[in-house]
C-alpha cells in the first residue's frame, strides 16, 4: 500500500538524485555548523558531493520522460541498440558521426549517423531512452546543456546537437 499518488511517485522517482544531493547538503551543512565543530571536513565533504549530485541528477532530470513510448533501448558497452515495433537498428559509439534531435515526428525522436548505414531513429520516449544521457555524454565535445535545452525547446524541425569533426577521434587500422 503506497500513500503517494502514482503520479507523485514518478515525479519523485525521476527527480531521485537531486533529491539525494539536496538530503546531502542539509546534512552536511548541519555538520558543518553543528557543535563544536567536529564534523566539519566531513561535512564540507557532504556539500561539496551533495551539490554535484542536485546538479547532475537536475540535468538527468531533465532528460528522462514517463518511456511509455514505442519499442526499447539497450546501451551496453558502448553499444546503442534500438527494438522497436516497426524498426530498430544497433550504433556503435565510436562509429558515430553525428547526434541529432528530430522534432518533426511525433513523438520527437534521437537521429544516430554512422557511415555506410541508414539513421537509427530512436523515440525520445522509449522504454530505457534514459541511458542515453550516459553514452551521449560520452560523445567527445557534446555540449551537454545546450542537448538539453534543445529537448525543451518546442517546434518541428530537426536540429544537429553533435557532428564529429575532423579534428575528433580517429580511429586506427587494426592489421
Known amino acids: ?3 503517494l499518488r502514482p503520479e507523485a511517485r514518478r515525479t519523485l522517482w525521476r527527480w531521485r538524485e537531486a ?7 542539509i546534512t552536511g551543512a548541519w555538520w558543518l555548523l553543528g557543535p563544536g565543530r567536529l564534523l566539519v571536513l566531513p561535512g564540507a565533504a557532504l556539500v561539496v558531493v551533495g551539490a ?3 546538479w547532475l541528477g537536475g540535468q538527468r532530470a531533465q532528460f528522462r520522460n514517463d518511456g511509455q513510448g514505442p519499442g526499447t533501448v539497450e546501451v551496453d558497452e558502448g ?5 522497436g515495433p516497426l524498426t530498430g537498428g544497433a550504433v556503435a559509439l565510436q562509429d558515430l558521426t553525428a547526434l541529432s534531435l528530430d522534432r518533426a515526428q511525433f513523438p520527437a525522436h534521437w537521429r544516430l549517423s554512422q557511415p555506410g548505414q541508414p539513421d537509427l531513429m530512436i523515440p525520445t520516449n522509449a522504454d530505457g531512452a534514459e541511458a542515453l544521457f550516459d553514452a551521449f555524454a560520452t560523445l567527445p565535445g557534446l555540449q551537454t546543456a545546450r542537448m538539453l535545452q534543445e529537448l525543451q525547446r518546442e517546434g518541428g524541425h530537426a536540429v544537429v546537437i553533435w557532428r564529429r569533426g575532423s ?8 592489421h
Request: net charge positive; no cysteine.
Open 1 to 3: 500500500m503506497s500513500f
Open 19 to 25: 533529491l539525494v544531493g539536496v538530503a546531502l547538503v
Open 52 to 54: 554535484a549530485l542536485v
Open 79 to 83: 553499444q546503442i541498440r534500438y527494438f
Open 167 to 174: 579534428a575528433g577521434v580517429t580511429r586506427l587500422p587494426v
